[in-house]
């Protein structure tokens, strides 16, 4: 067990150093070995706590397959830069992954739970991108800041995120790809002391990750 924890804190500082290094997603791929897997991946989920990077984390292909789901995720990650220039687009799990942001206020007007007028083109474009790049899982997360009670921010940050899929749905995008969840106060990425850092958690999350088509494709050679 010991090893198994030392091995998962010498593979997330890896992936620290990658990503701090401006690695491509194509070189953060081959970043976990294909016999390392479920083991480091469970121990760097431990570390990494309750967040949306642990959604995914622990299930890095690695190796050369790995290195293919990278370039396909450094793809499309170019192509959500572009038309959905308001949200903010991370690379996770050894580039693996893609993380999009979208600031709570871009989405909902306060205290609504209702996608805004202003908010359909940019989920329109993006869901364009999400049909275009069909071999894919995509989670939707909410999350608010700690303003209020916490039963109420619960259930609104599950309703921002039944919004989102509901939009992305109506837009074309299959059901059977995605999920949705409310994290409410409880995963914030900033201090809630602050307005700024308020701001900061109010957001909703959207996981892109490679579904079984695309990492068998991988795993074959094979994925384009």
Known sequence: MKNVKLLAVVVLCMAVLLSGCGASNTVKGTG????A????????GA???NTALGAVIGAAVGGTAGALIGKKMDKQKKELETVVPDATIETVNEGEALKVTFDSGILFATNSSTVSEASKSALRNFAT???????TYVKIIGHTDNTGRVDYNQTLSEKRAQSVYGYLMNQGVTSDRMTFEGKGIHDPVATNSTE???ALNRRVEIM??????MIH???QGTLN
């Open 32 to 35: 976990i070995g294909v016999g």
């Open 37 to 44: 897997g479920g083991a480091v991946g469970a121990g760097i």
């Open 47 to 49: 570390i990494a706590g």
């Open 129 to 135: 991108s999400l049909k275009g790049n069909p071999d």
């Open 196 to 198: 700024q850092g308020r």
């Open 208 to 213: 892109i990750m490679a579904n079984e088509k």
């Open 217 to 219: 494709e991988a795993r």
